[in-house]
Every structure is written in C-alpha cells, then in structure tokens.
C-alpha cells in the first residue's frame, strides 16, 4: 500500500476517532447545557458546533476546485446561537461531518499534491488537510472540556480514567504486539 494511501486511511480514522469523542460527551448532556456559556467571550458547545460545521461545508464542498472560504460562508454568524434544540446541534454537527467525509473519500491519494486555495492562500491538499487535523479536535477539546465541567462528578470518562493508567498499560502489554491503528481499540472502548 502506497504512503499516500496509508494516510487518507489514517486521516478518516482519526476524524472519525475524534467525531464520536465529541458526541460521547454531548450525549452526556442535557439539551439546556449544550447551550450555556459562562460569559460573554465564552462559545456554548452548541456554538462550537455551529463553527465547526460551517468550517466543514465551506471548507470541503468542492475541496479541490473552488477556494475554501466560499462566499456564502457567514464566518461571524457561526458564533451567534440560532439553535434552539439538541436535534438541531446533531444536525448541523452531521451535516458538516458528512460533507468532510465524503471530501476524504473522494479524494485520490495523487490529488494530496494539489494546489487549493484557502482565503486566495495556496497550499497542497495535504497541507489543508493536516491543517483541519489540528483545527477540529482543537474545537472537539473544547466540547469535552466543557461537557466534563458541566457534568462535575457524573462525567464519564472517555479516555483513560484517571488513575487507572497503570491498567489500562497492563491490559494492553499483555497482548501480542500488532500493526493496527490505536483508534481501533479506543472506538471500541466508546461504544
């Protein structure tokens, strides 16, 4: 298998490793806490959503041949609260999700070299990739962040607990060793 290959398989892995730890923590909440916010400078998870999933459809329609700051984009907007349910989070949250994915999918491992424009900035495909690979589980901390302050002592964790660490080390070194992507077995520990 190509590089190339091995890391679009890798991206959606990743993507999707870090979609559901987002929805695992909002799933925790209570519609009414998707939309708190703890002062005036301060994004409700509902917000962040509604960031993300704009950054997605702008960013991933047309990915290799239309610059990614579509005009119809309302950047400024995304940070304004129009939702007014947990269903309408989901939505927007799958529909921006959706439009990543199906860019990913699309995408041929010799298209990582091509030139796409973001704000008129040329850069590989790879490059804005990469850069969404540090932009949305920037956000998706965030959403866990918030969510586990939220929930206090009802939170359930959804990585390592903490102090369980020397467990979790044991249980995996008493496996064989294996080539498989970390994010296999933590999905599994998510469902």
């Not at 997605?56 to 119809?72: Q, V």
């Not at 010799?110 to 973001?118: D, G, N, P, T, V």
């Not at 969404?132 to 965030?142: E, F, K, M, S, V």
């Amino acid at each position: 298998m190509e590089t190339s290959d091995i890391y679009l398989i890798s991206v959606k892995k990743q993507m999707l490793y870090y979609k559901t730890i987002a929805e695992k923590a909002m799933d925790q909440l209570e519609e009414e806490q998707l939309f708190i916010s703890i002062n005036d400078d301060t994004n409700s998870i509902a917000t962040i959503v509604k960031h993300m999933a704009g950054n997605m459809l702008s960013r991933w329609t047309d990915f290799l041949t239309a610059d990614g700051e579509k005009e119809w984009r309302n950047r400024d907007g995304e940070f304004e609260n129009t939702q007014n349910s947990k269903e309408e989070i989901f939505k927007i949250w799958k529909e921006g999700w959706t439009c990543f994915f199906n860019a990913i999918e699309e995408l041929k491992p010799e298209q990582l070299s091509q030139i796409i424009y973001i704000r008129n900035e040329g850069q590989t495909a790879l490059d804005a990739i990469n850069r969404q690979l540090a932009h949305y589980p920037y956000h998706i901390g965030q959403i866990v962040f918030y969510a586990k302050m939220l929930k206090n002592e009802d939170w359930i964790s959804l990585s390592i607990p903490k102090n369980k660490s020397n467990s979790y080390n044991a249980e995996k070194f008493a496996k064989e060793k294996s080539n498989r992507h970390y994010t296999e077995d933590e999905m599994k520990n998510l469902q």
